[in-house]
């Protein structure tokens, strides 16, 4: 199975997900005001939240990067990105909004004069009425940001065609302008370590779980760049290991330092191996470890970046039962419909009620099966206890 981050499947089974891509569960994260989102499994899987906790946890610096395709109209499931963008923002995060509108061109076939006028009209207007802050806040254009398009092309360099192929399934009929896209997308989610913009950091990138492709690319990328390598090796010895084949001499003594600051003693540094082995750190100690490297490694390299980590949040379900789509409008509701017509399609919406008052009295209703109960659970009922109040009576068959 492969996931495709631009069909228009829905997904049904998130736990067959994590188990078969390796995403891991969000959980046992003890975050402060955890959002509503977080709170009802709306958000299920992440890569490498550890980072991003810990650093809220520390008071450290901590970036979010997220990004829409101006294709479409902004919908409800769009806006669950900005939710949690905005909640992270509130824990410290400084903030980056990717407009795509090179990936619209690309793969939409939206141009780029169309991309503007549709991110300007439909999206930010919509991002600046959700409430998105002033302070430590920026949007931009992947058309306009040079640095973004500057990176896709030098980490380019470290992908090939065939990893393209088992990643997205491209193949000899792919336009490059689609098949550059990903890396633009990396651009889009490291650029924000660059010195420009503030420096390797932890960067949080929440997505649906369609974008996991694009996130296991900029892992994969970012790892490739690093100088060194900091874990526990086969033989179950802690150590900082060299990639590089030049100046491995200079980079041990720096890791000797580095462990060194950290208190640690039973340092041997073998330069035939590459390897400074630490003998008395353990697996947790390699966070530590790792993070006084890449603040090193940033030093000597400009290319060096803390691994993005990710959120993956369920799909809403569409009104009329099928996914929400901007390409069926009676499905979604825009942040720019007006009122009556957004209360008029959620009148039409498909419910779990049943098929008459009798039925609905004595059986009760399935809010599980309800779109408009699922409207409830991600964006319109802030309360837990208000929606549990609604979930019991909707069992019980009071509300009809
Ligand atoms: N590919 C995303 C979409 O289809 C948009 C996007 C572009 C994005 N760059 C990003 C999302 C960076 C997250 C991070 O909507």
């Known amino acids: 199975m492969r996931i495709d981050p631009w069909a228009t499947a829905q997904f049904a089974d998130y736990g067959h997900l994590l188990e078969e891509f390796g995403i891991e569960r969000f959980e046992g994260f003890e975050l402060p005001r955890p959002h509503r989102m977080l709170r009802r499994g709306v958000v299920f899987g992440h890569r490498g939240f550890g980072l991003i906790y810990d650093a809220i946890v520390r008071g450290r610096p901590f970036a979010v990067l997220t990004g829409l395709m101006p294709s479409g109209s902004m919908h409800l499931g769009h806006k669950m990105v900005l939710d949690q963008a905005i909640y992270f923002h ?43 802050p002033r302070e430590r806040c920026q949007i931009y254009f992947q058309s306009t940001r040079r640095a973004v398009k500057d990176l896709a092309y030098v980490l380019g360099r470290r992908v090939n065609f065939s990893t393209m192929r088992a990643i997205y399934g491209m193949d000899d009929s792919t336009n490059m302008a689609h098949m550059f896209s990903p890396l633009v997308q990396t651009g889009d989610i490291l650029h924000v370590q660059l010195k420009k913009y503030g420096g390797p950091r932890p ?51 720096i890791a000797e330092s580095v462990a060194t600051s950290l208190g640690f003693r039973a340092l041997s540094k073998i330069p035939a191996y590459r390897a400074l082995y630490i003998d008395d750190a353990t ?3 390699i966070p530590a470890l790792d993070e006084a490297m890449i603040a090193e490694e940033a030093k000597i390299s400009p290319h060096v970046f803390f691994p993005p980590s990710s959120t993956y949040h369920r799909f809403i379900t569409g009104l009329t039962g099928e996914k929400m789509s901007s390409s069926r409008p ?4 825009f942040l720019c419909d007006p009122p009556e017509g957004a209360g008029a399609k959620v009148m039409r919406a498909k419910t779990g009620g049943a098929v008459s008052v009798e039925e609905q009295r004595r059986s ?24 549990d109040k609604v979930y019991r009576s909707c069992r019980r068959g009071e509300r009809l």
């Open 203 to 253: 960067t949080l990138v929440p997505v649906g779980v369609d974008q996991d492709p694009h996130i296991r690319l900029s892992r994969d990328i970012a790892s490739a760049h690093r100088v060194c390598n900091v874990t526990v090796a086969r033989d179950g010895r802690a150590g900082v290991f060299v990639k590089a084949d030049e100046g491995v001499d200079a980079i041990l003594d």
């Open 283 to 285: 697996t947790a100690d």
């Open 330 to 333: 009676e499905s979604a509701v």
């Open 90 to 132: 509130s824990l410290g995060a400084e903030l980056f909004i990717a407009v795509a509108d090179i990936e619209a061109y690309a793969t939409r076939n939206v141009s780029l004069e169309k991309g503007r006028e549709l991110a300007i009209e439909q999206y930010i207007k919509s991002y600046i009425a959700l409430g998105l």
């Open 364 to 387: 009760g209703g399935r809010p599980e099966e309800c779109s408009v109960y699922e409207l409830l659970v991600y964006h319109l009922i802030e309360s837990d206890g208000e929606l």
